[in-house]
């Protein structure tokens, strides 16, 4: 079953709900009184009319008060039927799961140092702007960093408070691509004004292409003298939360998966995941050290991997080249 609404459908309703009916009622309620006032003028002439109240008299007439409580009565009537109308739509703001004919793309977001950080399913990492794909449903969990921040979408109806040591979900769907602000609703700072970001909502199609882009690692081993090994080596990667994970996030490659250059270029089919990996390089006959080290894939990365010469005491760490690519649109 698709889904019925979006957060921005939902709160028009209601909106457009109360508006009617709070103008329905400004309409009755000004007619009636402009009716009695013009019933009632003064023009200097007596009335002999018997429903005209007298100074110092209960009035009488209203057919015992009949009219008072059906108007009260239809009254409670409209009121409680809209509240309890109102809390189910809410309801399912809140909670819209069952509505959903898909898996929600699952984003976490943290606000940290006047800026907020994006995280994705995968592992890829992105810093001030939020890219989803278009008429899908989209999970976000809210935290901080630092002190309390309420991250929200103007445009798109969403508020979720983001408090250090918690976690809050709320969802929401762009039913149309382009960009839409993102603010810090909770004053938490010097800084609060800038803590701003962008919701970018693009074609399902170019956002996937967008996401698979991001989690790329290119290595390039290379000996003291800047020259590629080509040979007599073997290369694993192993995801530091690999038992975390259904699929086995442990890659091992040899040699002659790399080119002449010393280089290997792996992409989103290779990794699967993004995070920590350990990585470890083994060199045959004991020609260099084995190289080890732990590396942060969050986003298009390079590392270069020097072999050190196995009667030295330097492993060879390599340089970390990591970092984010551009929008890979």
Not at 43 to 63: F, I, N, R, V
Not at 205 to 211: C, H, I, R
Not at 305 to 324: K, L, M, P, Q, V
């Amino acid at each position: 079953m698709p889904l019925q609404q979006t957060r921005v459908d939902v709160f028009e309703e209601i909106f457009l709900v109360f508006l009617g009916l709070g103008t329905l009622v400004g309409v009755v309620v000004v007619s009636y009184v402009l009716y009695n006032a013009y019933k009632y003028r003064d023009d200097g002439e007596p009335k002999d009319d018997e429903s005209l109240p007298t100074l110092g008299e209960l009035p009488t007439g209203g057919k015992g008060g009949k009219k008072l409580f059906l108007s009260f009565g239809i009254s409670a009537v409209i009121v409680i039927s809209l509240v309890i109308w109102t809390y189910g739509m809410l309801l399912y703001v809140e909670d819209p799961q069952d509505e959903f004919d898909e898996e929600p793309a699952e984003i976490e977001v943290t606000g940290d140092g006047f800026a907020w950080y994006f995280e994705y399913a995968n592992g890829v990492e992105e810093i001030g702007t939020m890219r989803v794909p278009a008429d899908k449903p989209i999970a976000i969990q809210t935290t901080s960093g630092d002190v309390w921040h309420t991250f929200g979408i103007p445009d798109l109806r969403v508020k979720s408070d983001a408090i250090p040591g918690e976690y809050d979900e709320t969802w929401f769907m762009a039913e149309e691509t382009g960009e839409h602000e993102i603010k810090c609703f909770e004053l938490c700072g010097k800084g609060h004004t800038a803590m701003t970001g962008t919701v970018q909502v693009m074609e399902e199609e170019a956002f996937n292409e967008w996401l698979n882009s991001q989690l790329t690692l290119e290595v390039e081993v290379v000996d003291q003298n800047e020259t590629p090994v080509t040979e007599g080596y073997e290369m694993t990667l192993e995801h530091t939360e690999n038992d975390q994970y259904e699929e086995d996030l442990v890659h091992t490659y040899t040699a002659e998966d790399f080119d002449e250059n010393g280089t290997i270029s792996l992409d989103h089919e290779d990794l699967q995941q993004g995070g920590e990996y350990n990585v470890t390089i083994t060199f045959e006959d004991g020609q260099y050290e084995t190289i080890e080290k732990t590396i942060n894939i969050d986003g298009p990365s390079s590392e270069t991997f020097t072999a050190g010469s196995a009667n030295e005491s330097d492993n060879g760490n390599g340089t970390n080249e990591s970092g984010h690519g551009g929008d890979g649109e």
